[in-house]
């Protein structure tokens, strides 16, 4: 049997390009992996058989929606096996920290967990080429998970530049409660944007900016004006009042992690960020902290 983490993701940085050739959206974000999210017990037994997904949820509302033939790890233990030929019976189990719909990436990573497992315990020796190509079928952010750390992240999601690390820096999460229907969000914003996306911030200001104060990052998210000003009024006003909560507690940086409904604040004073928590948990049900991932790259632009 083995234990892997599968960790959430925020993004500092989303901005969405028009529609591609291919259906998809243009991306351009910095995703920052964080140390806390889902663990997958995955046991390989003896002899050939079917694969057995089992859930524990940890997550508001305390149940998932659908049943565990349509859970991505689910999907993605399927595709493993179509791919390798590795026929042995699977039990997986699943402990579900992360919310649904909270923009936290938690189905991709925990599909990427179950890929990377597999072709330990199966003893495939897949290359990180050949896991991607299967990680891309599954999702547009999975293909991130395989590596987690803090990445350019470009295409719709499958090309991947792994950056350093932000330092010293704590991550307040809040989610207002309220799930966010990701194609929902997508056709929002293609409804309502007047003319075409606003102009790209260039890539090596992304990246060079990661290494300054958070105060002077240059990142934003194309979600959360839109939320704001054409979102429903209780979730704009959940938004506004989250973002603006945080700002006022001490983050140096504070915005929206996908197409939501998670926020986040970015602190470098602990004891602000500890203080932060205990306000905020008056109000919000879901506020936790935890710290970036880490893992070191050089960025190496495309």
Not at 114 to 128: D, E, K, P, Q
Not at 226 to 248: D, H, Q
Request: charged share 20%.
């Amino acid at each position: 049997m083995l234990t892997w983490e599968a960790p959430a993701k925020i993004n500092l940085h989303l901005r969405v390009k028009g529609l591609r050739a291919d259906g998809y959206h243009g991306l351009e974000s910095i995703f920052l992996a964080l140390a806390w999210g889902d663990t997958l017990r995955i046991d390989a037994l003896k002899g050939p058989g079917g694969c057995e997904l089992s859930r524990n949820c940890f997550c508001p509302p305390g149940d998932l929606p659908f049943p565990p033939e349509q859970d991505l790890a689910y999907r993605a233990a399927l595709l493993f096996r179509e791919k390798t030929g590795f026929d042995r019976a699977l039990r997986i189990e699943l402990d579900k920290r992360i919310p649904l719909g909270a923009g936290l990436g938690g189905g991709s990573s925990d599909a990427a967990a179950v890929l990377l497992a597999l072709n330990r315990l199966a003893g495939t020796g897949l290359s990180a080429a050949a896991l991607g190509a299967l990680a891309e079928t599954l999702g547009s952010d999975v293909p991130f998970f395989l590596s987690p750390g803090t990445a350019l992240v470009y295409g719709r999601g499958e090309r991947v530049i792994p950056l350093d690390s932000p330092r010293n820096i704590r991550v307040v999460l809040v989610n207002p409660g309220f799930s966010s229907d990701t194609a929902g969000a997508f056709r929002l914003l293609d409804a309502e944007r007047d003319g075409p996306a606003p102009e790209d911030i260039p890539r090596e200001i992304l990246v060079r900016a990661l290494s300054g104060s958070p105060g002077l990052w240059p990142y934003g998210n194309d979600f959360l004006p839109l939320f704001l000003e054409k979102g429903k009024s209780g979730e704009a006003e959940a938004y506004r009042g989250i973002i603006l909560s945080l700002k006022a507690l001490g983050a140096e940086f504070a915005g929206l992690s996908g197409s939501g409904s998670t926020c986040f604040g970015i602190f470098t004073d602990g004891g602000a960020a500890d203080r932060a928590v205990r306000n905020l948990l008056e109000r919000w049900n879901f506020v936790r902290i935890t710290f970036p991932l880490a893992r070191s790259g050089n960025a190496v632009l495309q």
